[in-house]
């Protein structure tokens, strides 16, 4: 006889990262999980968005040619 698992009210697969800024992977350049209060998105500074350096993905933006990181300042 086989157990059944405990139903759920949340879908399969657990939580969306977009739901969860901490599931979602940072890159080098990245200052804070995207979705975090006090951040936006901005061009990559190390490839200037194109998300290349030579022949390779960008390391700090992983390719992407975005990066997370703070705004406003104080």
């Known amino acids: 006889m086989s157990a059944v698992p405990p139903s759920s ?3 399969a697969g657990g939580r969306d990262a977009a739901a969860d800024p ?3 992977p940072l890159n080098p350049g990245d200052q804070a999980p ?3 209060p006090g951040t936006g998105e901005d061009v990559c500074p190390r490839c200037g968005g194109s998300g290349r350096l030579g022949a390779s993905a960008c390391p700090d933006c992983g390719g992407s040619g975005k990066v997370n ?3 406003g300042g104080a």
């Open 9 to 11: 009210d949340q879908p």
């Open 22 to 24: 901490s599931r979602t």
């Open 34 to 36: 995207p979705g975090t």
């Open 69 to 71: 990181v703070g705004i």
